[in-house]
T-cell receptor, first 110, second 117 residues
Framework: RKEVEQDPGPFNVPEGATVAFNCTYS??????FFWYRQDCRKEPKLLMS???SGNEDGRFTAQLNRASQYISLLIRDSKLSDSATYLC???????????FGTGTRLQVFP | GAVVSQHPSRVICKSGTSVKIECRSL??????MFWYRQFPKQSLMLMAT?????????EQGVEKDKFLINHASLTLSTLTVTSAHPEDSSFYIC?????????????FGPGTRLTVL
């Protein structure tokens, strides 16, 4: 089983749509959770950290369910510029080492 | 946010040659730097963790004699791919953090695309 699993997509959605991505992780000792976005042939960029209580940053909302080892990202009012691959990332055990999922590709069309 | 640079951004080399990739933190001191590799359509895979002034820690399956890492200062880490072969062709990305704390953000470099002919 992969340490971090994501649906690869692609998710093709029109501008203005709401889209949700899910992620599961296998290591119950993980303490830090993130969503990164990666554009084609570029480095990943931190989108947001994910906290136990859930958190929101503008159009983006992240949720964490530790019991189910499940993380989600909701994007509201999708923009063309949101088109990218979204990477679910957790730390390994109680270390600073990050484990990346393979990503979910989002394509927003006009 | 903090800036991390990598050089070169792209390199094409012949099989059997060695390639050095530099990772620099431009506006902060990075106690810890990480090296990742990403093959097409795959996730980033951590190769090694380097701390300034000490030997790098390699992940399982990564040959330390093939991927030499030097973290000589708080702003510079280098990865040397020795005797590169076509299967080493990949996107190599470094990240830097100010400490080894769990809450410390990792800042990623723009990556180096290596093609071995």
């Amino acid at each position: 089983r992969k340490e971090v699993e994501q649906d690869p997509g692609p998710f093709n959605v029109p501008e203005g749509a709401t889209v949700a991505f899910n992620c599961t992780y296998s290591n119950s000792a993980s303490q830090s959770f993130f969503w990164y976005r990666q554009d084609c042939r570029k480095e990943p960029k931190l989108l947001m950290s994910v906290y136990s209580s859930g958190n929101e940053d503008g159009r983006f909302t992240a949720q964490l369910n530790r019991a189910s080892q499940y993380i989600s990202l909701l994007i509201r009012d999708s923009k063309l510029s949101d088109s990218a691959t979204y990477l679910c990332v957790v730390n390994r055990d109680n270390t600073d080492k990050l484990i990346f999922g393979t990503g979910t590709r989002l394509q927003v069309f006009p | 946010g903090a800036v991390v640079s990598q050089h070169p951004s792209r390199v094409i080399c012949k099989s059997g040659t060695s390639v050095k990739i530099e990772c620099r933190s431009l506006d902060f001191q990075a106690t810890t730097m990480f090296w990742y590799r990403q093959f097409p359509k795959q996730s980033l895979m951590l190769m090694a963790t380097s701390n300034e002034g000490s030997k790098a820690t390699y992940e399982q399956g990564v040959e330390k004699d093939k991927f030499l890492i030097n973290h000589a200062s708080l702003t510079l880490s280098t990865l040397t791919v020795t005797s590169a072969h076509p299967e080493d062709s990949s996107f190599y990305i470094c990240s830097a953090a100010t400490s080894g704390a769990l809450t410390d953000t990792q800042y990623f470099g723009p990556g180096t695309r290596l093609t071995v002919l």
